[in-house]
Nanobody, 125 residues
């Protein structure tokens, strides 16, 4: 069992930055693929970024590539999402998710076993 708790969301002006954190419980955190998804009002949940269990491979949605960076610290059971050059279209609730035994990564929410409660990110223009 893994419990995920996100933090770091908030209100920021366009062009600004935020760093999200996702703290995980459980002794096997390092064996999980970790990802960030987001969901804007009236839209489906969408993939943002993923990182391999060792942290040596990362994957990004085209919409955030070059602006967002995902990283993890397995010693702290934490995954991060550094978000730079934020735009109003980045406004959403951001969720971290964990998948065990996944090869590579998946952009599909159904592939993930555990989810956090979400943290709101609002970007004003």
């Amino acid at each position: 069992q893994v419990q995920l708790v996100e933090s770091g969301g908030g209100l920021v002006q366009a062009g600004g930055s935020l760093r999200l954190s996702c703290a995980a419980s459980g002794r096997t955190f390092s064996r999980y693929i970790m990802s960030w998804f987001r969901q804007a009002p009236g839209k489906e949940r969408e993939f943002v970024a993923a990182i391999s269990w060792a942290g040596d491979s990362t994957y990004y949605a085209d919409s955030v590539k070059g602006r967002f960076t995902i990283s993890r610290d397995n010693a702290k059971n934490t995954v991060y999402l550094q978000m730079n050059s934020l735009q109003p279209e980045d406004t959403a609730v951001y969720y971290c998710a964990a998948a065990y035994g996944l090869m590579g990564y998946s952009a599909y929410a159904t592939a993930y076993d555990y989810w956090g409660q979400g943290t709101q990110v609002t970007v004003s223009s």
